[in-house]
């Protein structure tokens, strides 16, 4: 096993070793479109501590006895960085737009995050064909128009791929199913020509509840853990020197390697 491929399989092997849940079953009993999103960067050590600690009290998402499942986003943005530079200047008002392919199940949507009051996020998502994962129909269009226009935005008239990014991810929820646990590793960003890959040793974690305080984030207090501010397309920008102005993000960068 080559080092990279370490923080999967670790994360893979307590996903497996838990009971499974399904798709279905994660979705009808956790619906969390409008959540709290807590981020972390963990070595793989404060992974499985947070593991051994909340193990029993965890279930892991189960598609077709797989526990470990490949994602590609597509951010997309306006030639001058719109959006990124919403997000560097922290307006309250901000939001990303991106496709999601889901590789092992080919699924793919149209999504639009909204940050919202009290650092709420809300996500809205529709159907998108696999095929045009790099392009925003006319269909995907009028529904992020419609989503932004009901939060008092406007959809930017020029928006153009800008990144993608490509992990691995094993989703964790919670017994009363009212906190997922989302596990990225094997990050990669890409931009035309550009790659880089990131998180080669650690575990990108983010708790989404419908609570800010929670069981899983009080455990990763008790264990001195601290949340990071990350964002996996606005540090992809950085690293691939596709804007300026984003000094917030080089510690993160530095930790991701």
Partial sequence: MTAPDRPTAVVATVAAGL?????????????LMSR????????????LAVADVLGDRLLALDIGGRRSFAYSSTYFDTPDHAVFRAHRQERRRRFKIRTRTYADTADTYCELKLSGRR????KRRHPHPTAAAD????????????????AGLALPGSLLPA???GYRRSTLVTADRRTRITCDTALVWTAGARARPAARQQVLLEVKSATERNAVTETLAR??????????????VVALGL???G???????RRLG
């Fill in 36 to 47: 709290a999103d807590r981020k972390y960067v963990l070595r793989l050590p404060d992974f």
């Fill in 119 to 122: 650092e709420e996020t809300v």
């Fill in 223 to 236: 264990l001195r853990l601290r949340e990071t501010s990350v964002s996996k397309y606005c540090a992809g």
């Fill in 243 to 245: 804007a300026p102005g």
């Fill in 163 to 165: 990144l993608v990014t």
């Fill in 247 to 253: 000094n917030r993000w080089l510690p993160v960068l």
């Fill in 19 to 31: 009971p499974g849940l399904s798709l279905a079953e994660v979705v009808a009993g956790s619906e």
């Fill in 135 to 150: 392009v925003l129909t006319p269909e995907a269009r009028a529904f992020l128009g419609r989503e932004l226009a009901s």
